[in-house]
C-alpha cells in the first residue's frame, strides 16, 4: 500500500489535477474518509431528475480534485477511504 501511494506520487498521477494550496500540512493524516458530493442521479424512486446537464460534466472533476488533496494530506503507508453514491 505504501509503495503504490509512492509510486502514483512518482508516475505524475497527480498531475492531472491543479495543485491545490493546503491548509494544512502535507503527510498529515493516518487515516482520511472522503465522501465527495455526487449528481445524485441513483436516488431512487425518483420521477424527474432536477441536476443540470454542466454540474453532471463538472462533478468528476470536482471529485478528482477532493481525491488528489486528500492522497497529499495522506502519511505514507496511511488509508483513504473512498465513499460516493
Do not use: N, W
Not at 32 to 46: E, M, Q, S, V, W
Amino acid at each position: 500500500e505504501e509503495a503504490e501511494l509512492r509510486e502514483r506520487r512518482a508516475s505524475g498521477a497527480e498531475a492531472a489535477a491543479p495543485k491545490q494550496r493546503l491548509t494544512l500540512p502535507e503527510e498529515s493524516f493516518d487515516r482520511i474518509i472522503l465522501d465527495p458530493p455526487c449528481t445524485a442521479l441513483g436516488l431512487r424512486p425518483r420521477l424527474a431528475v432536477d441536476v443540470h446537464p454542466v454540474q453532471m460534466t463538472r462533478t468528476p472533476g470536482y471529485q478528482r480534485q477532493m481525491l488528489h488533496v486528500a492522497i497529499r494530506l495522506l502519511k505514507p503507508g496511511a488509508r483513504l477511504v473512498y465513499s460516493t453514491c
